[in-house]
């Protein structure tokens, strides 16, 4: 059968970008979760222009404006479409630029984790023995501290802000990435193509970015997706345990953590809102990397 | 003619030395469990220039280790390498500095080339990074190099995946000549192959030899493959040279009783299995081969010296030489 | 004569549907296999054998199916059996042996659990009875002192072990039919050869039938009465392996023997055909190896049949080579 | 064996002292315990003793070198909070903690493995997609949100569960759980449930891939070309081969349930080590600090060893003497 | 009625030794089952506890007449030996991260008789009975127990109305009644206490019936709260204060305060005009209804209405952005400037809201204002020292502060006089306030034994520094409790909880 799972991949790749956008095209899960993915990135992108108001520019919110009601008119006559929240800030504004800092700092912790893991990853695999084991011990520590409390511990020592956010996100995630990226680089070394380029004496830092990076890093564009929404949901519990970013420029989990305080008094909105927003953003991710997966990998062997 | 390689006492093995863990187990008295496996073991052999020495035995018993020991993949552990009479790792850094001289074609060309690579690439990358051509060159270089394979130029700008297997074999021997070798070792380099593609690929390579002077080690556990295309062939079982001598001698007159065993099970169209088992038992075990001569246990004509005494490769005349203390005996 | 008629296959068709259309990798093959008959099959790799023997055992991967044709079994027609019925007669009246020992068997299950499930899915016999009878047939294909081996796991048998223990389990039910798709290829010569040894003493010994797929016409010649050659799905040509070998008449099988390089002097050039298997799914109009054929005319624009040639010998060419020469 | 297992415990000594070293030196660099501690009201001569006390008056690496020959006799310091020894505050709230993280990998096993397998087996069934959306939603929506949710619905809409703590508990065989008492049990169900929720999500995800793969293998086919009944196939040889992934997977994942525990624990104000430990980090109340991030690390160590074990008595392919490197 | 009362408590005490950690939680948990020698009412006024009166008998001595007839839970009858007793221990609980020493360093105990006690101070102190009321009396006989054994029960015997019946560390403390109290006996068989830290959640486990009170609820919760059958609220200001300070001195670089082209300028606080208008700019209201859901007062000072040390003088600031501006550009900044306000994160009641709201307020006056805020152990090393040489390194902070001893010149020695390390003065000035007046105000005020006297000292040294903006006060907390119906509470101006003050309607 082992003839069948090649003939699959094969005609996958035989058919290039164009036929993996057909299939994307064709699929309607893939279609939805992919219009609504871009939906989502461009109404983060264009906030400001969307926005009926700035929800981070300290002199147009008052907290005179708390908590109105959705569809209750502002003191400056805007109309809160969602309502407002505690400080008087427009929900529906502070969830698109809410939704900017969620996906800026998922986005980036997730690129700068890749960068790091795909390095020690790749170093690892190509140099096996000793440097694997010295790499891979340190991935073990990483991945046994609990990343909520690296977090913290990361938090509580440089301070709130997005930066920090998401260095401490990057660092609670690089190891997860080279463990995987080893794991495919492994495969693809024990390859023959990667004996080849040996035997053609090409230099270490050419095999290792030509040959194992390109190959190895498919596996890692489905994790990363998947590990981007994770980060997301990870920042919005940072939020709640008080870590997160500042509250004059809230992500969608501080939207939703300091909405909370209102559950019980009524004020739904304030939570709920960036609730549906968060799951709408992290579920079209997720299931968008789950048919990509499916696309790059139609049998799902290895 | 002069010996472009020669394998003088080699070895290699697979496995882990034991560390301070296994070390203090076993002082505690549990069982070593760190084994080496002796993939490679004191072969000696030579290969002339423009000779095809063809490289048969059962799975497993070395011969692709001791391809990548000429091809330089791999480092030996004892023993020499030499390429042109000059040794091929350096021992102190265990680095390979071989140069370009021995390339190796793999068996599966499915997984030989980077499948994100394109044609042109894969050909010119090496040597453009040695400095065998300018970049500029890459291109008319390439269309040289396939048209010595029989490709057209409309294949540089393709991926391997575009290919059929035996396109993408061509491909592989392409990419090795590009960096001028003087050796090809060639690892089961035809055996995915469907048979008349496997018939053009031996076609090419019998071409390029008469080309090019090349000198090949062909590994194959097809036997009829081998003994087209062989000048000398080698017999190896568990790590071993058990026979070499030229192919006819060979063929026609094997002397080592797994030589012969191994040649009257090759299924032909017009021989009929015959009713006797030529070999008794399964390939032991290459992490704790046999004492003495290591094809013991399953040769029919095993004498009682044979467990304890290891027999050496020994001439028998005119290039042909063979380890058995049974053969030696007769004489 | 009719009663020893084993299987039956008229027009079988097996599709797997594919974005550029049904892909058929099986089309029109008419089959017989008589008790105690050795048929091979070869062909290049990906002409339809492997799924011919699957459509026989129902056990083709969804979404394709078999979608046309008919297959009867011991008189019956078998063709729209449901799961049940499949679950019934698999592995108890038809075995199945697969391309690769190494994968064939649960590598977390003991070899005895693997043998013994195979008896109890059939009979109702209790366990020790059912080791009994697995014993034997391990015994019967040469593994000796069964009792430990039973209790090893796949990991622990070298490539040769697990394949006989396959055929082994094939065995237990006395099934009337193997279907053995390339169980050597994986295999060293030697042990190849000890395999070929063990079929073709069963079939001898307990008059089974055996379909025997490979794309080495050198074992097939070692154990098949007689050989059918496919290509891209379609038999291209049936008859006694003896006349077959000698004197093929379809320009794919002759063409096939030349490149073998036993067939050639040494150190010569070998013959091969040109050209590589078309795509399945878009198949020329006519004969399917006119592209590559020598010998293609116009004629071959239209697809021939499968005729005999002589009573033990038929070609699906529309100017077979003996005529010609 | 015994190479293996000395050879994990060098290195996780290895380990535990490089973490020592990094946690030690991340904490003196957050703040100062003394701000923490201290009233404001109190007299610089005050504020100097309690320094003094706790040693925080030292160079950094001679409070560390306190540290480390202290944790070799096992005293890994007196929390600065409580004035007793970290290590005895974390023996006392952990049963709590593990009774949550057990209860919660159960249910992610009861209900993840039987959906997942279903998904996998149906890949393109109506449930299967509930399924999956469902396993996005939980690996979506933030634990903190959803078990707030779930107070809100089923305490205090709905008043069938107690919104917090730890129930009572029962000594039986010498544990003492609230899994004995159904007043423990009511408390446990939410916190379990909330916990749980992303690991169901996960080992639905493992399982259905698993499953996926598994039935592609040729083993799965062999077994159906014995006739095996699809019941058995699934529990003889669908069952063994995906339990050893997830197996290992949730090995892992259960130290990260341990230490996950903490949002959940400080949501539902359940008695384990959790809330001491953010409390702690609050504080800087570093041996506590310190204490718990070895002792996961060394939790850690732990399970991977055992995990590796266990792998090795599931799959009889691994040798262990191949791991570690 | 006798029966079993169940409470959620927003945190757990530290230990159940009374004098392991002077802090708040911990004192108010002894109160249960330990009596001082003087107790401190609802709002801080000092009360008879152990000791039934006090008097100075001359300008460095204190006498106090103990209450007769006492039991501690163990039986042992209560003497002035077992005050001395209590002193020789509080003052020297080995690893106590914040020790009782402050109250009885300084002074000698002088038994006169069983039940008459004296306490004489180098110099004239009229603060002892204050002191007093702040450390727990334990019975002589376990003058040399440890910490743990006092968290284990085998110690912890007191005089108080309630007994210590188990403490699960994390997870609930048991109290029982006291029968032979010498005062109100408590109610409830058994009071059973849970720490419950979030605040939804504590309100969601009254609101489910799983608690029976609990105490701080969440402003937010609270309309709910209240407007639910069968559940009622209890409210009252507390002494909690919540304040900014702003640097007045411009020792050092400060890049908290900025030209709007991001340029380092002088701390414009040392202009009393940019102080004033930073205190109109804040709508104080607009907190209290907005943010805090009307659980805070608008204050002008320390302390709350009838307090101790209350100056009816001081009204908070009214909002008044116009003014503001108006002072401002008097000052010279008629186009503001930039600057980041600092403050903890979860350590007071809306912390992070409010500042972000005085945030928005300044802003509103041209102030570009930024909000930092980081969890508060952070947060504190750096509001003391996080400057260069250890120095405060806000400009402008917001922090929080609870009289604890109901002692007035408190704040005004921690917070408002010149910090001198040396003789305990200032340790809390944070922005470099510095007026000698006042400075003679309040040692003045400290030395005199008459409190009286010196409490009128204490309001004038308050208003001076007050009109001066030695600090911007926000607001006090107010705090708040819920119980199901049926239940009261007797509340004050302290907002920890006092469970025997818990009782049946
Ligand atoms: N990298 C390796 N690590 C450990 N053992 C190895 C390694 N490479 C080869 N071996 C072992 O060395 C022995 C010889 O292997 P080798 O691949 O050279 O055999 P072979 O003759 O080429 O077999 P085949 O015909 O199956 O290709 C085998 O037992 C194999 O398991
Ligand atoms: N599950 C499947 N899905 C789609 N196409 C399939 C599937 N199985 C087989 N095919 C198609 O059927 C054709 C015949 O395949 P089959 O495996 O029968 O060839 P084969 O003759 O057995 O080849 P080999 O010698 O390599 O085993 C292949 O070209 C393949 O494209
Ligand atoms: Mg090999
Ligand atoms: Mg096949």
């Given at each position: 059968?082992?003839?069948?799972?090649?003939?699959?991949?094969?005609?996958?790749?035989?058919?290039?970008?164009?036929?993996?956008?057909?299939?994307?095209?064709?699929?309607?899960?893939?279609?939805?979760?992919?219009?609504?993915?871009?939906?989502?990135?461009?109404?983060?992108?264009?906030?400001?222009?969307?926005?009926?108001?700035?929800?981070?520019d300290?002199?147009?919110?008052?907290?005179?404006?708390?908590?109105?009601?959705?569809?209750?008119e502002?003191?400056?006559?805007?109309?809160?479409?969602?309502?407002?929240?505690?400080?008087?800030?427009?929900?529906?504004?502070?969830?698109?630029?809410?939704?900017?800092?969620?996906?800026?700092?998922?986005?980036?912790?997730?690129?700068?984790?890749?960068?790091?893991?795909?390095?020690?990853?790749?170093?690892?695999?190509?140099?096996?023995?000793?440097?694997?084991?010295?790499?891979m011990?340190?991935?073990?520590?990483?991945?046994?501290?609990?990343?909520?409390?690296?977090?913290?511990?990361?938090?509580?020592?440089?301070?709130?802000?997005?930066?920090?956010?998401?260095?401490?996100?990057?660092i609670?995630?690089?190891?997860?990435?080279?463990?995987?990226?080893?794991?495919?680089a492994?495969?693809?070394?024990?390859?023959?193509?990667?004996?080849?380029?040996?035997?053609?004496?090409?230099?270490?830092?050419?095999?290792?970015?030509?040959?194992?990076?390109?190959n190895?890093?498919?596996?890692?564009?489905?994790?990363?997706?998947?590990?981007?929404?994770?980060?997301?949901?990870?920042?919005?519990?940072?939020?709640?345990?008080?870590?997160?970013?500042?509250?004059?420029?809230?992500?969608?989990g501080?939207?939703?953590?300091?909405?909370?305080?209102?559950?019980?008094?009524?004020?739904?909105?304030?939570?709920?809102?960036?609730?549906?927003?968060?799951?709408a953003?992290?579920?079209?991710?997720?299931?968008?990397?789950?048919?990509?997966?499916?696309?790059?990998?139609?049998?799902?062997?290895? | 003619?002069?010996?472009?390689?020669?394998?003088?006492?080699?070895?290699?093995?697979?496995?882990?030395?034991?560390?301070?863990?296994?070390?203090?187990?076993?002082?505690?008295?549990?069982?070593?469990?760190?084994?080496?496996?002796?993939?490679?073991?004191?072969?000696?052999?030579?290969?002339?220039?423009?000779?095809?020495?063809?490289?048969?035995?059962?799975s497993?018993?070395?011969?692709?280790?001791?391809?990548?020991?000429?091809?330089?993949?791999?480092?030996?552990?004892?023993?020499?390498?030499?390429?042109?009479?000059?040794p091929?790792?350096d021992?102190?850094?265990?680095?390979?500095?071989?140069?370009?001289?021995?390339?190796?074609?793999?068996?599966?060309?499915?997984?030989?080339?980077?499948?994100?690579?394109?044609?042109?690439d894969?050909?010119?990358?090496?040597?453009?990074?040695?400095?065998?051509?300018?970049?500029?060159?890459?291109?008319?270089?390439?269309i040289?190099?396939?048209?010595?394979?029989?490709?057209?130029?409309?294949?540089?700008?393709?991926?391997?995946?575009?290919?059929?297997?035996?396109?993408?074999?061509?491909?592989?021997?392409?990419?090795?000549?590009?960096?001028?070798p003087?050796?090809?070792?060639?690892?089961?380099?035809?055996?995915?192959?469907?048979?008349?593609?496997?018939?053009?690929?031996?076609?090419l390579?019998?071409?390029?030899?008469?080309?090019?002077?090349?000198?090949?080690?062909?590994?194959?556990?097809?036997?009829?493959?081998?003994?087209?295309?062989?000048?000398?062939?080698?017999?190896?079982?568990?790590?071993?040279?058990?026979?070499?001598?030229?192919?006819?001698?060979?063929?026609?007159?094997?002397?080592?009783?797994?030589?012969?065993?191994?040649?009257?099970?090759?299924?032909?169209?017009?021989?009929?299995?015959?009713?006797?088992h030529a070999?008794?038992?399964?390939?032991?075990?290459?992490?704790?081969?046999?004492?003495?001569?290591?094809?013991?246990?399953?040769?029919?004509?095993?004498?009682?010296?044979?467990?304890?005494?290891?027999p050496?490769l020994?001439?028998?005349?005119?290039?042909?030489?063979?380890?058995?203390?049974?053969?030696?005996?007769?004489? | 004569?009719?009663?020893?008629?084993?299987?039956?296959?008229?027009?079988?068709r097996?599709?797997?549907?594919?974005?550029?259309?049904p892909?058929?990798?099986?089309?029109?093959?008419?089959?017989?296999?008589?008790?105690?008959?050795?048929?091979?099959?070869?062909?290049?790799?990906?002409?339809?054998?492997?799924?011919?023997?699957?459509?026989?055992?129902?056990?083709?991967?969804?979404?394709?199916?078999?979608?046309?044709?008919?297959?009867?079994?011991?008189?019956?027609?078998?063709?729209?059996?449901?799961?049940?019925?499949?679950?019934?007669?698999?592995?108890?009246?038809?075995?199945m042996?697969?391309?690769?020992?190494?994968?064939?068997?649960?590598?977390?299950?003991?070899?005895?659990?693997?043998?013994?499930?195979?008896?109890?899915?059939?009979?109702?016999?209790?366990?020790?009875?059912?080791?009994?009878?697995?014993?034997?047939?391990?015994?019967?294909?040469?593994?000796?002192?069964?009792?430990?081996?039973?209790?090893?796991?796949?990991?622990?048998?070298?490539?040769?072990?697990?394949?006989?223990?396959?055929?082994?389990?094939?065995?237990?039910?006395?099934?009337?039919?193997?279907?053995?798709?390339?169980?050597?290829?994986?295999?060293?010569?030697?042990?190849?050869?000890?395999?070929?040894?063990?079929?073709?003493?069963?079939?001898?010994d307990?008059?089974?039938?055996?379909?025997?797929?490979?794309?080495?016409?050198?074992?097939?010649?070692?154990?098949?009465?007689?050989?059918?050659?496919?290509?891209?799905?379609?038999?291209?040509?049936q008859?006694?392996?003896?006349?077959?070998?000698?004197?093929?008449?379809?320009?794919?099988?002759?063409?096939?023997?030349?490149?073998?390089?036993?067939?050639a002097?040494?150190?010569?050039?070998?013959?091969?055909?040109?050209?590589?298997?078309?795509?399945?799914?878009?198949?020329?109009?006519?004969?399917?190896?006119?592209?590559?054929?020598?010998?293609?005319?116009?004629?071959?624009?239209?697809?021939?049949e499968?005729?005999?040639?002589?009573?033990?010998?038929?070609?699906?060419?529309?100017?077979?080579?003996?005529?010609?020469? | 064996?015994?190479?293996?297992?000395?050879?994990?415990?060098?290195?996780?000594?290895?380990?535990?002292?490089?973490?020592?070293?990094?946690?030690?030196?991340?904490?003196?660099?957050?703040?100062?315990?003394?701000?923490?501690?201290?009233?404001?009201?109190?007299?610089?001569?005050?504020?100097?003793?309690?320094?003094?006390?706790?040693?925080?008056?030292?160079?950094?690496?001679v409070?560390?070198?306190?540290?480390?020959?202290?944790?070799?006799?096992?005293?890994?310091?007196?929390?600065?909070?409580?004035?007793?020894?970290?290590?005895?505050l974390?023996?006392?709230?952990?049963?709590?903690?593990?009774?949550?993280?057990?209860?919660?990998?159960?249910?992610?096993?009861?209900?993840?493995?039987?959906?997942?397998?279903?998904?996998?087996?149906?890949?393109?069934?109506?449930?299967?997609?509930?399924?999956?959306?469902?396993?996005?939603?939980?690996?979506?929506?933030?634990?903190?949100?959803?078990?707030?949710?779930?107070?809100?619905?089923?305490?205090?809409?709905?008043?069938?569960?107690?919104?917090?703590?730890?129930?009572?508990?029962?000594?039986?065989?010498?544990?003492?759980?609230?899994?004995f008492?159904?007043?423990?049990?009511?408390?446990?169900?939410?916190?379990?449930?909330?916990?749980?929720?992303?690991?169901?999500?996960?080992?639905?995800?493992?399982?259905?891939?698993?499953?996926?793969?598994?039935?592609?293998?040729?083993?799965?086919?062999f077994?159906?070309?014995?006739?095996?009944?699809?019941?058995?196939i699934?529990?003889?040889?669908?069952?063994?081969?995906?339990?050893?992934?997830?197996?290992?997977?949730?090995?892992?994942?259960?130290?990260?349930?341990?230490?996950?525990?903490?949002?959940?624990?400080?949501?539902?104000?359940?008695?384990?080590?959790?809330?001491?430990?953010?409390?702690?980090?609050?504080?800087?109340?570093?041996p506590?600090?310190?204490?718990?991030?070895?002792?996961?690390?060394?939790?850690?160590?732990?399970?991977?060893?055992?995990?590796?074990?266990i792998?090795?008595?599931?799959?009889?392919?691994?040798?262990?003497?191949?791991?570690?490197? | 009625?006798?029966?079993?009362?169940?409470?959620?408590?927003?945190?757990?005490?530290?230990?159940?030794?009374?004098?392991?950690?002077?802090?708040?939680?911990?004192?108010?948990?002894?109160?249960?089952?330990?009596d001082?020698?003087?107790?401190?009412?609802?709002?801080?006024?000092?009360?008879?506890?152990l000791?039934?009166?006090?008097?100075?008998?001359?300008?460095?001595?204190?006498?106090?007449?103990?209450?007769?007839?006492?039991?501690?839970?163990?039986?042992?009858?209560?003497?002035?030996?077992?005050?001395?007793?209590?002193?020789?221990?509080?003052?020297?609980?080995?690893?106590?991260?914040?020790?009782?020493?402050?109250?009885?360093?300084?002074?000698?105990?002088?038994?006169?008789?069983?039940?008459?006690?004296?306490?004489?101070?180098?110099?004239?102190?009229?603060?002892?009975?204050?002191?007093?009321?702040?450390?727990?009396?334990?019975?002589s006989?376990?003058?040399?127990?440890?910490?743990?054994?006092?968290?284990?029960?085998?110690?912890?015997?007191?005089?108080?109305?309630?007994?210590?019946?188990?403490?699960?560390?994390?997870?609930?403390?048991?109290?029982a009644?006291?029968?032979?109290?010498?005062?109100?006996?408590?109610?409830?068989?058994?009071?059973?206490?849970?720490?419950?830290?979030?605040?939804?959640?504590?309100?969601?486990?009254?609101?489910?019936?799983?608690?029976?009170?609990i105490?701080?609820?969440?402003?937010?919760?609270?309309?709910?709260?209240?407007?639910?059958?069968?559940?009622?609220?209890?409210?009252?200001?507390?002494?909690?204060?919540?304040?900014?300070?702003?640097?007045?001195?411009?020792?050092?670089?400060?890049?908290?305060?900025?030209?709007?082209?991001?340029?380092?300028?002088?701390?414009?606080?040392?202009?009393?005009?940019?102080?004033?208008?930073?205190?109109?700019?804040?709508?104080r209201?607009?907190?209290?209804?907005?943010?805090?859901?009307?659980?805070?007062?608008?204050?002008?000072?320390?302390?709350?209405?009838?307090?101790?040390?209350?100056?009816?003088?001081?009204?908070?600031?009214?909002y008044?952005?116009?003014?503001?501006?108006?002072?401002?550009?008097?000052?010279?900044?008629?186009?503001?400037?930039?600057?980041?306000?600092?403050?903890?994160?979860?350590?007071?009641?809306?912390?992070?809201?409010?500042l972000?709201?005085?945030?928005?307020?300044?802003?509103?006056?041209?102030?570009?204002?930024?909000?930092?805020?980081?969890?508060?152990?952070?947060?504190?090393?750096?509001?003391?020292?996080?400057?260069?040489?250890?120095?405060?390194?806000?400009?402008?902070?917001?922090?929080?502060?609870?009289?604890?001893?109901?002692?007035?010149?408190?704040?005004?020695?921690?917070?408002?006089?010149?910090?001198?390390?040396?003789?305990?003065?200032?340790?809390?000035?944070?922005?470099?306030?510095?007026?000698?007046?006042?400075?003679?105000?309040?040692?003045?005020?400290?030395?005199?034994?008459?409190?009286?006297?010196?409490?009128?000292?204490?309001?004038?040294?308050?208003?001076?520094?007050?009109?001066?903006?030695?600090?911007?006060?926000?607001?006090?907390?107010?705090?708040?409790?819920?119980?199901?119906?049926?239940?009261?509470?007797?509340?004050?101006?302290?907002?920890?909880?006092?469970?025997?003050?818990?009782?049946?309607?």
């Amino acid at each position: 059968m082992s003839n069948l799972k090649a003939i699959s991949a094969l005609r996958l790749r035989n058919e290039g970008i164009f036929k993996t956008m057909q299939a994307v095209l064709s699929k309607p899960t893939t279609l939805i979760s992919g219009f609504l993915l871009i939906l989502i990135v461009a109404s983060a992108i264009f906030a400001p222009l969307i926005a009926p108001t700035n929800p981070y520019d300290l002199s147009t919110v008052s907290i005179m404006d708390g908590r109105l009601a959705p569809g209750e008119e502002m003191f400056d006559g805007t109309i809160a479409w969602l309502g407002t929240d505690g400080a008087g800030r427009d929900v529906l504004s502070s969830i698109l630029y809410g939704l900017r800092t969620s996906l800026t700092v998922a986005i980036s912790s997730a690129l700068i984790a890749l960068a790091i893991g795909l390095s020690v990853g790749l170093t690892s695999a190509f140099y096996g023995g000793r440097i694997d084991a010295f790499l891979m011990r340190v991935v073990d520590i990483q991945l046994s501290f609990p990343a909520i409390l690296v977090a913290l511990v990361l938090l509580a020592l440089l301070g709130k802000g997005i930066d920090k956010v998401i260095i401490a996100l990057a660092i609670v995630q690089w190891a997860l990435y080279a463990r995987t990226v080893r794991a495919a680089a492994m495969v693809e070394r024990r390859k023959e193509y990667f004996e080849a380029a040996t035997c053609l004496e090409l230099s270490n830092a050419r095999i290792i970015w030509k040959h194992l990076l390109p190959n190895s890093v498919s596996s890692l564009i489905v994790l990363a997706t998947l590990q981007t929404a994770h980060s997301i949901s990870i920042e919005a519990t940072l939020s709640f345990l008080g870590v997160g970013v500042p509250i004059t420029e809230p992500s969608l989990g501080s939207l939703i953590s300091n909405g909370f305080d209102y559950i019980l008094s009524g004020a739904y909105w304030i939570t709920f809102f960036p609730g549906i927003m968060l799951l709408a953003t992290v579920a079209a991710i997720n299931i968008f990397g789950d048919q990509l997966r499916a696309i790059i990998n139609p049998r799902l062997s290895k | 003619m002069p010996q472009v390689i020669e394998l003088k006492s080699v070895c290699r093995s697979f496995g882990k030395k034991p560390d301070l863990a296994d070390r203090i187990a076993t002082a505690f008295g549990a069982k070593s469990t760190a084994k080496l496996l002796r993939a490679v073991d004191g072969v000696d052999l030579a290969i002339e220039q423009g000779e095809v020495l063809g490289l048969v035995g059962e799975s497993g018993c070395g011969k692709s280790t001791l391809g990548r020991l000429v091809a330089g993949i791999l480092p030996h552990d004892s023993g020499d390498v030499l390429f042109n009479g000059k040794p091929m790792v350096d021992k102190t850094s265990q680095k390979i500095g071989k140069g370009l001289g021995v390339q190796m074609i793999f068996q599966n060309p499915a997984a030989a080339l980077d499948p994100r690579q394109r044609i042109l690439d894969a050909i010119t990358e090496a040597p453009i990074a040695h400095g065998l051509i300018q970049r500029s060159q890459a291109r008319s270089f390439a269309i040289e190099a396939l048209d010595r394979v029989g490709l057209r130029e409309d294949a540089l700008d393709r991926y391997p995946h575009q290919f059929s297997g035996g396109q993408r074999q061509r491909i592989c021997i392409a990419r090795a000549l590009a960096v001028n070798p003087e050796v090809v070792v060639c690892d089961e380099s035809v055996a995915s192959l469907d048979v008349s593609i496997q018939a053009q690929i031996i076609n090419l390579f019998l071409d390029l030899r008469d080309s090019l002077n090349l000198s090949y080690l062909f590994i194959s556990h097809d036997i009829s493959v081998v003994e087209h295309v062989s000048d000398r062939i080698a017999v190896m079982y568990l790590g071993q040279i058990v026979e070499i001598a030229r192919a006819s001698d060979l063929l026609e007159n094997p002397l080592h009783p797994y030589t012969q065993a191994l040649l009257s099970e090759v299924p032909t169209l017009d021989q009929t299995l015959s009713e006797e088992h030529a070999l008794e038992g399964e390939l032991p075990s290459p992490l704790s081969p046999p004492s003495g001569c290591r094809f013991h246990p399953r040769c029919p004509i095993a004498m009682e010296e044979c467990r304890s005494l290891a027999p050496r490769l020994e001439s028998q005349g005119s290039g042909h030489r063979v380890s058995c203390l049974a053969i030696r005996k007769e004489i | 004569m009719n009663q020893l008629k084993l299987l039956s296959i008229q027009g079988l068709r097996t599709e797997f549907p594919t974005p550029d259309g049904p892909l058929a990798a099986v089309s029109g093959v008419d089959l017989e296999v008589t008790r105690g008959d050795v048929l091979g099959i070869v062909g290049e790799s990906g002409s339809g054998k492997t799924v011919l023997g699957l459509s026989i055992m129902g056990l083709v991967d969804r979404p394709g199916r078999v979608t046309a044709g008919r297959i009867a079994f011991g008189g019956t027609e078998i063709t729209n059996y449901s799961e049940a019925q499949w679950q019934g007669l698999r592995g108890n009246r038809i075995a199945m042996i697969f391309q690769d020992p190494t994968t064939s068997l649960n590598p977390v299950q003991r070899i005895g659990v693997q043998m013994i499930e195979a008896i109890q899915a059939h009979r109702d016999v209790s366990t020790d009875a059912a080791r009994q009878i697995v014993r034997e047939a391990m015994v019967r294909v040469g593994i000796n002192s069964p009792d430990e081996r039973l209790e090893a796991y796949p990991h622990q048998f070298s490539g040769g072990m697990r394949q006989r223990v396959v055929i082994a389990t094939a065995l237990l039910n006395e099934p009337d039919l193997i279907i053995a798709d390339e169980p050597t290829t994986a295999l060293d010569v030697t042990v190849q050869a000890q395999i070929l040894r063990d079929m073709r003493r069963l079939c001898r010994d307990t008059g089974m039938a055996l379909i025997w797929v490979s794309h080495d016409l050198g074992v097939v010649a070692q154990i098949a009465h007689r050989v059918a050659v496919m290509y891209a799905g379609r038999i291209v040509e049936q008859g006694a392996t003896e006349v077959m070998l000698k004197s093929p008449s379809h320009p794919y099988t002759a063409g096939l023997m030349a490149s073998m390089p036993a067939n050639a002097p040494r150190g010569q050039r070998l013959v091969s055909i040109p050209g590589g298997l078309p795509q399945l799914s878009n198949l020329p109009k006519g004969c399917s190896f006119a592209p590559r054929c020598a010998h293609a005319t116009t004629a071959c624009d239209v697809l021939p049949e499968l005729s005999p040639t002589s009573p033990d010998h038929a070609v699906r060419c529309v100017s077979p080579l003996q005529e010609r020469s | 064996m015994l190479a293996f297992i000395l050879r994990r415990v060098m290195q996780s000594v290895v380990v535990l002292f490089v973490m020592s070293l990094i946690v030690f030196s991340m904490i003196n660099l957050v703040g100062d315990p003394v701000d923490m501690l201290v009233n404001p009201e109190s007299l610089p001569e005050e504020i100097d003793r309690v320094r003094r006390d706790f040693g925080l008056d030292q160079p950094a690496y001679v409070q560390y070198w306190k540290f480390l020959t202290g944790a070799l006799a096992g005293d890994l310091g007196n929390s600065f909070i409580f004035g007793r020894p970290a290590l005895a505050l974390m023996v006392e709230r952990f049963p709590a903690t593990l009774e949550l993280a057990t209860s919660a990998l159960i249910i992610a096993i009861t209900v993840g493995l039987p959906l997942g397998i279903y998904a996998g087996l149906r890949p393109n069934g109506w449930g299967t997609r509930i399924i999956m959306g469902g396993s996005v939603l939980g690996i979506s929506v933030p634990t903190f949100w959803l078990g707030l949710m779930m107070i809100i619905v089923f305490s205090v809409i709905l008043g069938w569960l107690p919104v917090s703590g730890r129930g009572e508990t029962a000594v039986f065989l010498g544990i003492e759980s609230s899994l004995f008492t159904l007043d423990g049990l009511k408390h446990l169900i939410l916190p379990a449930t909330n916990l749980a929720l992303f690991k169901i999500a996960m080992v639905i995800r493992l399982t259905r891939a698993g499953t996926e793969e598994v039935m592609a293998q040729d083993y799965i086919k062999f077994a159906r070309a014995k006739g095996l009944s699809s019941k058995r196939i699934v529990r003889a040889h669908l069952l063994p081969n995906i339990l050893i992934p997830i197996i290992t997977v949730l090995g892992i994942e259960f130290g990260t349930l341990i230490a996950f525990a903490t949002v959940t624990e400080s949501i539902f104000a359940w008695p384990g080590l959790g809330k001491l430990v953010i409390d702690a980090i609050v504080n800087l109340d570093r041996p506590i600090v310190v204490a718990y991030l070895l002792f996961v690390v060394a939790l850690f160590l732990v399970l991977n060893l055992v995990v590796d074990i266990i792998y090795a008595v599931l799959d009889p392919r691994v040798r262990l003497q191949g791991e570690g490197g | 009625s006798a029966q079993d009362l169940k409470v959620a408590l927003a945190a757990e005490p530290t230990s159940m030794d009374p004098h392991y950690q002077n802090l708040t939680i911990n004192n108010s948990m002894a109160t249960q089952v330990y009596d001082a020698l003087v107790l401190q009412d609802v709002n801080q006024k000092l009360v008879p506890g152990l000791a039934q009166s006090w008097k100075p008998v001359n300008d460095t001595t204190w006498e106090f007449k103990l209450r007769s007839g006492v039991t501690f839970h163990n039986g042992a009858a209560f003497t002035a030996e077992d005050v001395v007793a209590t002193m020789q221990r509080a003052a020297n609980v080995p690893n106590s991260p914040s020790s009782f020493a402050t109250f009885i360093k300084g002074k000698s105990f002088e038994i006169v008789d069983d039940l008459t006690l004296r306490i004489s101070t180098e110099k004239p102190y009229p603060f002892t009975p204050n002191d007093m009321s702040r450390v727990a009396i334990i019975d002589s006989a376990f003058v040399n127990a440890t910490t743990e054994d006092f968290n284990t029960g085998a110690a912890s015997f007191g005089t108080g109305p309630l007994t210590l019946s188990k403490w699960l560390p994390g997870d609930v403390i048991e109290l029982a009644r006291n029968d032979g109290y010498w005062g109100a006996i408590a109610e409830w068989d058994n009071v059973i206490v849970r720490v419950i830290g979030d605040g939804t959640t504590r309100s969601a486990a009254l609101i489910a019936g799983d608690v029976d009170f609990i105490e701080r609820v969440g402003p937010a919760d609270l309309p709910n709260l209240e407007s639910r059958e069968g559940i009622s609220v209890f409210k009252s200001v507390s002494n909690r204060l919540l304040y900014i300070t702003l640097h007045l001195t411009d020792d050092q670089i400060r890049p908290f305060v900025t030209d709007h082209e991001g340029n380092n300028i002088a701390s414009p606080f040392q202009d009393i005009r940019v102080r004033k208008a930073v205190s109109l700019a804040i709508n104080r209201k607009a907190i209290a209804d907005r943010v805090m859901d009307g659980l805070s007062k608008p204050a002008g000072q320390f302390s709350p209405e009838g307090y101790i040390g209350y100056s009816v003088n001081l009204k908070p600031d009214e909002y008044d952005p116009d003014r503001a501006k108006e002072l401002l550009a008097e000052a010279g900044f008629a186009d503001g400037f930039k600057l980041t306000v600092h403050g903890p994160a979860g350590r007071y009641s809306n912390d992070t809201r409010i500042l972000e709201a005085i945030a928005q307020m300044l802003s509103r006056i041209g102030i570009d204002t930024t909000v930092e805020t980081m969890p508060a152990s952070v947060f504190f090393k750096r509001f003391a020292r996080g400057g260069p040489d250890k120095t405060p390194e806000f400009t402008v902070a917001m922090s929080g502060y609870a009289n604890g001893s109901g002692e007035p010149s408190h704040p005004l020695r921690i917070f408002i006089h010149t910090k001198q390390k040396e003789r305990g003065y200032g340790p809390g000035n944070r922005n470099g306030y510095s007026n000698a007046k006042v400075d003679g105000l309040i040692e003045s005020g400290r030395a005199s034994m008459d409190i009286t006297i010196g409490e009128k000292l204490f309001i004038e040294a308050t208003e001076i520094a007050m009109q001066e903006y030695a600090l911007v006060p926000i607001h006090h907390e107010i705090a708040t409790w819920a119980a199901r119906d049926g239940i009261a509470y007797k509340h004050g101006a302290l907002d920890s909880t006092f469970i025997h003050n818990i009782r049946s309607k």
